[in-house]
Nanobody, 122 residues
C-alpha cells in the first residue's frame, strides 16, 4: 500500500508554468508505473502522463512538448513540470501509483492521491 500527496497547484496565467509534486509514503523504487491524471469541469478523468520504473514516459497528445514527468526515487516523489499552460489545462490533477505484486498470480492495485487544483486564467 502507498499514500500519495499532491502539491504545487494554483492559479496561473496562460503561458505560465507550474510544477506539481506527488510525495509517496514509501519507497517508489519498486512501483512499476506512476502517473498524473486530470479531471476538468464537466469532463471525464483523463491521462496526462506516466513514467515507469525504468523511466519510460508516455504523454497525452494534448500535453506533449509542454509537460514533463519525472521521478526522484531518493525523495519518493514524482513531478509534473507544466509549461505554456492553457485555459483548457484547468483541472484537478491526480497522482496515481500502479503497484504490482505476486500472490499466486500477478495483481495490480492503483493508489490515488486527493488531487490538486490547477486553474489557468487571466
Amino acid at each position: 500500500q502507498v499514500q500519495l500527496v499532491e502539491s504545487g497547484g494554483g492559479l496561473v496565467q496562460p503561458g505560465g508554468s507550474l510544477r506539481l509534486s506527488c510525495a509517496a509514503s514509501r519507497s517508489i523504487d519498486s512501483i512499476n508505473r506512476m502517473g498524473w491524471y486530470r479531471q476538468g469541469p464537466g469532463k471525464e478523468r483523463e491521462l496526462v502522463a506516466t513514467i515507469t520504473k525504468g523511466s519510460t514516459t508516455n504523454y497525452a497528445d494534448s500535453v506533449k512538448g509542454r509537460f514533463t514527468i519525472s521521478r526522484d526515487n531518493a525523495k519518493n516523489t514524482v513531478y509534473l513540470q507544466m509549461n505554456s499552460l492553457k485555459p483548457e489545462d484547468t483541472a484537478v490533477y491526480y497522482c496515481v501509483a500502479e503497484v504490482t505484486y505476486f500472490s499466486g498470480a500477478y495483481h495490480t492495485n492503483d493508489y490515488w492521491g486527493q488531487g490538486t487544483q490547477v486553474t489557468v486564467s487571466s
